[in-house]
């Protein structure tokens, strides 16, 4: 067959082969660790006459870190003999985007302005898939619709020669017998061998036919628990923050492709998000790449990237629940959930909350729009879901966050397929905890802290020491959440240590307007305390100046137990026998700063030291030590073990994390 006849039958008359270099790894390794471009090059391949018609290169000025004075590591200096003053003296890679397809037209090829059709050419799937698109993503650099397709040059060479072992350029050169090209430049000495590659494989009677396609949006999709999952598709992703989104995970896959409603945002006990997701994508090549993100970055945290199984996926996002089947094939663009509802509300009350100024939003299909949320015996939790028809009206709705129905503030969060379904098993699984007839109801942050009977821990077990490795805060709104404490550090929330951040609340409950953080480091405390202190934080409208101090672990227990002694450092002396003590003589008693135990932090993954079994609370006579008094809402989270009967003169403080 002619070479005219073979390339008839592609879908593209020229190829555009694409290079990329980082700052850091390249080759096999490319994107791996998360450098930016510094070498953008493209070369011109016209299929019907087999040959090149033209190739050119951009060096790219990345971004400059804070962190580091040098542009490019000596890993990539000796790899590609980039020169560093070149670099930094080069446009940004949008720039280069804007060459490129300016060269395009220049050559006839351009789609949007009656060019003949072409495709682009890798060198496997990490140019297009690791480096540019999320690149891209994070500097808000617009992707050319050209740049979602592509034909992957190794794949094309295995399937029409039926060989292994291809595992870049060099080994389909030595495949072929070919020489490697003697250019002086790294990325047109590239582009050039696969030009030479594209060429022997269209001579020997290769078609280009069918292209790789990349996702640009995340679909929805509903999951059923009887769905088959395939165990090499899906990851887990850890240390996500608590307030992404679907669309947020799916950004920072950005390249990959996910399954239809492939994201499942993982939920604690307490029906929270708990920076968790599992990830379903479409095939075992998308998953291994993903796993190539491990500690990649959402803003300034990194993200753990694993390896997950099909049962994984399906225990959070597979459902049963023919009502949220129903509720889910209306095909809403954006799902919504809100939280602190009355246990009495309406679905006429759901739309007249939407629908008063300001911000006034339509809920898709009125009435038929809203999901309530109950437990078995049809009771309310006081959740529900409402769908939303664009994502304009959605944007408008989330503004009424913490919004007022009735006497209760509301929380709005965008939601995912998997969550109502995650939502919807749990409330109706009988083996899941509900709140008892009798349980006197409490404002919304109070309800946070443990209502079942918890064994508690002394505060000097979380941290100690003279290492001024802490922050403290003070004059925070007296209904601020974690997460307003980590949207107040911005970006220094990334220092923070796991279960590091610990609210202050009085024993009656009342919070204190405190709040204690562990960082990794003096340095982060340092420098964390330096750039947030006496910065404002905005609350129902009001500002606040929020005083941020670097301090020890051993200063926060000094604040927390008003200056008393741990009962570690002197004897335990039964109350019987202290009055005939002198007052020289009486033990220093140390007031209870307690902290949530075993069942609370268990949900948290908590570490075993912070669980009542440890060695030092189980020696530790509680019956003899004097115990705090608690207000009604929390007698019930007592433990058995703690004796009521000797209570301090003052209130100490509690703290939850």
Request: net charge negative; hydrophobic share 35%.
């Amino acid at each position: 067959m002619k070479i005219e006849e073979i390339n008839s039958m592609t879908n593209s008359s020229y190829l555009v082969v694409l290079f990329c270099a980082t700052a850091g790894k390249n080759g096999d390794d490319l994107g791996v660790d998360e450098e930016q471009v510094v070498l953008f090059v493209y070369l011109l391949y016209d299929l019907p006459n087999n040959k090149v018609v033209a190739v050119q290169q951009h060096y790219v000025r990345p971004t400059p870190s804070e962190l580091s004075e040098t542009v490019i590591t000596e890993e990539c200096r000796l790899e590609t003999g980039l020169d560093e003053e070149v670099i930094k003296n080069a446009h940004p890679l949008d720039h280069a985007l804007e060459e490129f397809d300016r060269f395009l037209v220049s050559k006839g090829v351009h789609p949007d302005h009656g060019g003949k059709s072409f495709c682009l050419a890798t060198d496997g799937p990490t140019h297009i898939r690791q480096v540019l698109h999320p690149e891209c993503g994070t500097k808000n650099v617009n992707i050319p619709q050209y740049l979602y397709s592509y034909f992957d040059v190794r794949k094309e060479f295995k399937k029409f020669y039926k060989a292994d072992n291809i595992t870049g350029i060099k080994t389909m050169l030595d495949y072929l017998g070919l020489q490697e090209d003697q250019s002086v430049e790294y990325g047109i000495r590239k582009t050039q061998e696969m030009a030479a590659i594209i060429h022997r494989l269209v001579v020997d009677g290769h078609i280009f036919g069918e292209h790789e396609y990349v996702n640009e949006r995340l679909e929805p999709g509903i999951c059923s628990k009887s769905d088959v999952v395939d165990d090499e598709v899906v990851v887990r992703a850890r240390g996500l923050p608590w307030q992404s989104s679907d669309q947020d995970i799916a950004r920072f896959f950005k390249g990959l492709n996910i399954a239809k409603g492939g994201v499942a945002l993982c939920l604690s006990p307490q029906g929270r998000r708990n920076g968790e997701a599992l990830v379903r994508f479409t095939d075992q090549e998308m998953r291994d790449l993903a796993i190539r993100r491990h500690k990649h970055h959402i803003g300034q945290r990194y993200i753990e990237v694993y390896k997950a199984t099909g049962k994984d996926f399906l225990n959070v996002a597979g459902g049963s629940n023919t009502e949220a089947q129903a509720f889910l094939s209306r095909g809403g663009e954006v799902i919504i959930r809100m939280r602190g509802l009355p246990f009495t509300a309406t679905t006429q009350q759901v739309l007249e909350f939407f629908a008063r100024e300001p911000n006034v939003s339509e809920v898709l299909d009125g009435e038929d729009g809203i999901l309530f949320v109950h437990y078995p015996d049809g009771r309310s939790t006081g959740d529900a879901f409402v769908l939303m028809g664009t994502e304009e009206e959605a944007d408008k709705a989330l503004k009424k966050h913490r919004d007022i129905m009735g006497t209760r503030y509301i929380e709005l969060f965008k939601s995912t397929t998997a969550e109502v379904q995650q939502v919807l098993n749990r409330s109706m699984d009988p083996r899941n905890p509900e709140p008892q007839e009798n349980q006197v109801a409490l404002p919304p942050l109070i309800a946070q802290l443990p209502q079942a009977a918890l064994p508690y821990i002394p505060q000097n077990l979380i941290t100690s020491g003279t290492k001024r490795d802490c922050i403290r805060l003070r004059n925070l709104p007296t209904c601020s959440q974690v997460t307003d404490i980590l949207s107040f550090l911005g970006e220094f929330s990334q220092f923070i240590v796991y279960q590091g951040v610990h609210m202050v609340y009085s024993a009656q409950g009342e919070p204190s307007g405190e709040a204690f953080i562990q960082m990794s480091s003096e340095e982060a405390a340092q420098l964390t305390a330096i750039n947030r202190n006496r910065r404002q934080i905005i609350y129902a409208g009001k500002k606040r100046v929020i005083e941020v101090i670097q301090c020890s672990g051993e200063d926060m227990n000094l604040v927390l137990t008003h200056g008393i002694s741990s009962p570690t450092l002197s004897p335990v002396v039964p109350l019987a026998q202290q009055a005939a003590l002198p007052l020289t003589h009486a033990p220093l008693i140390q007031r209870q700063i307690i902290s949530p135990g075993a069942t609370l932090l268990s949900s948290l993954q908590a570490p075993a030291s912070h669980h009542f079994a440890n060695p030092f609370t189980s020696a530790l006579q509680f019956s003899a030590l004097p115990q705090p008094i608690y207000g009604s809402p929390f007698q019930q989270g007592l433990s058995p073990l703690v004796s009521a009967a000797a209570r301090p003169a003052m209130y100490p403080q509690i703290i939850y994390w």
